[in-house]
């Protein structure tokens, strides 16, 4: 989950541990479930920076939806 990390903070603005502390991180595990489409990858440098970019979109918009703006 390294990169995926790296993504959240960025669209979510916050850091690695406020991603834990505010709940974000289980969430998204939680939304991946949920969402067997959307695929994350820590494996490949660039494939996996396109892939966890739109996964952390994804996930920030359905959660914005979800909780509202932050």
């Not at 952390?56 to 909780?67: L, S």
């Amino acid at each position: 989950m390294y990169r995926i990390k790296s993504h959240l903070c960025e669209v979510f603005n916050c850091t690695t541990p406020e991603l834990t502390s505010k709940g974000i991180l289980n969430e998204f595990r939680a939304w991946l479930k949920d969402n067997p489409d959307v695929v994350v990858n820590d494996w490949d440098p660039y494939a996996g920076d396109i892939a966890n970019s739109i996964a952390a979109n994804k996930f920030y918009d359905d959660y914005i939806k979800k909780v509202g703006k932050q």
